[in-house]
């Protein structure tokens, strides 16, 4: 059957229509089936049906720890499902692996996304997932510890030297840490250091595609790591970003990262900044690490068009306006919608204007072992085991093996 185009306000994608029964679209969503986003997305589902009635979807709902490895799992059995929500970190596996088709966006509808938005789940000159959620960060920083600790630094720290200043104030002045560090064995130890490797200007792997990870400004990064690791919470190889937010709620550490949905979790913190990532010394300015999950069609079910026409009508641009309002996710286009988001609610600010000079969630088809050197060397440097330089001289030479150079 042959996809038609339905230009109605609604923006519907249709497929012919017959008599025959419908034909089943698995659909594998990573997470819980109780929130409003996933209420969002099931009436956007029906009226997909509504205009598609040949076909039924059916959604089952997997835990993040076993969503992605089940998508793959049945899909290199050669028993794939139509349409897979996915962290845009496995999308290299995945295209290298020839497991899913890419979407081939008009200019109109790559317009609608920022480049640096597009980096993250595009491939050489090919996109091969549509960005479904998406998440920046700010640095969150808790006003009355700056004022107890003496600090003249009414709009907050700004730069790299000032969350050193500040985080050492703090430090001594009152019964508070600095800046919370996360160096666990986790995904989002990486995240967080990659925050601040964009905001001085590093980069994990060059436009060119080549390892990066020994460049001047990525020790200089690490180096900032371990200088401010004396005044962060006792023992961060044992915090992820998760362990962070209830000390920065009762109080405990003055300053940490994370995304849009910490606006929602202050604790006690009643007076509370949330600034752009600070601005490291051989940056251009601030910057924040882009993270998407998008919606995958895979190769191989034989409703391959229908599966693309859904994912294209959950993801147009109303419709996914929509889901990042319901799921609190930082909008994933900018459009007015974003504008009245920003004046009907400063805070989101940070999140939206540091996308257009954000950096990737590197794609490497190792992706568990990138983030496993990464975090070594990480830990590595907070706990005085080796040198800033030695851990990105070591880390890169792993890096450039995984990456086949």
């Known amino acids: ?18 008599a025959q029964a419908a034909t089943e679209l698995k659909f594998i969503n990573c997470g819980g089936s109780d929130s409003d986003f996933v209420t969002t997305q099931g009436e956007h589902i029906a009226e997909w049906e509504a205009a598609n009635p040949d076909y039924k979807v059916a959604l ?27 962290g ?15 979407f081939n966006l008009t200019d109109e509808e790559l317009g609608s996304y920022s480049e640096s938005v597009l980096r993250t789940v595009r491939i050489g000159d090919q996109v091969w997932g549509l960005p479904r959620a998406f998440s920046t960060k700010a640095l969150f920083w808790n006003k009355d ?3 107890a600790a003496g600090l003249d630094m009414p709009e907050g720290p700004k730069t790299f030297a000032d969350v050193i200043a500040a985080s050492k104030a703090i430090d001594e002045n009152t019964d508070a840490k600095g800046l919370g560090i996360a160096a666990a064995s986790f995904d989002n130890t990486m995240h967080q250091f990659l925050n601040w490797m964009y905001s001085n200007g590093g980069e994990v792997v060059d436009a060119d595609g080549k390892v990066a990870f020994d460049s001047p400004e990525v020790v200089e990064t690490l180096q900032f790591f371990k200088d401010v690791s004396a005044y962060a919470q006792e023992g961060p190889i044992a915090y992820d970003r998760a362990k962070l937010e209830p000390l920065f709620q009762e109080g405990q550490i ?3 990262v994370s995304g849009g949905w910490g606006r929602g979790r202050l604790g006690n913190v009643e007076n509370a900044g949330i600034n752009l990532i600070p601005a490291g010394p051989s940056g251009d300015g601030h910057s924040t690490l882009l993270i998407t999950d998008s919606l995958v069609v895979f190769e191989g079910t034989g409703v391959e068009e229908a599966a693309e026409s859904l994912v294209r009508y959950l993801t147009s641009v109303e419709k996914q306006s929509e889901a990042d309002r319901k799921g609190g996710w930082t909008p994933i286009r900018q459009t007015t919608d974003t504008e009245e988001l920003i004046a009907s ?17 590197p794609l490497m088809y190792e992706y568990a ?20 330089a030695e851990a990105a001289k070591a880390a890169a030479d792993e890096l450039r093996e995984l990456n086949g150079e």
């Not at 835990?63 to 049945?74: D, F, H, N």
């Not at 845009?88 to 890419?102: M, N, Y």
């Not at 609610?345 to 969630?361: H, K, Q």
Request: hydrophobic letters at 45%; proline letters at 8%; charged letters at 15%.
């Open 369 to 388: 072992a990138m983030q496993d050197a990464i975090n070594e060397a990480i830990q590595g440097v907070i706990l005085g085991e080796v040198s800033p």
């Open 60 to 86: 089952e709902f997997i835990p993040w720890g076993q969503c992605q490895e089940k998508s793959i799992t049945l899909a290199a059995a050669g028993n794939p499902v139509a349409v897979s929500y996915m």
């Open 254 to 256: 003055a300053m940490y």
């Open 1 to 18: 059957m042959k996809l038609r185009h339905i230009l109605a306000t609604t923006a519907l994608f249709a497929l012919g229509t017959g």
């Open 145 to 147: 510890l700056f004022e």
């Open 345 to 361: 609610d400063p805070t989101w600010e940070p999140f939206i204007v540091s996308i257009p000079t954000g950096g990737p969630e």
């Open 88 to 102: 845009s970190r496995v999308l290299k596996q995945l295209a290298d692996s020839e497991l899913i088709r890419p």
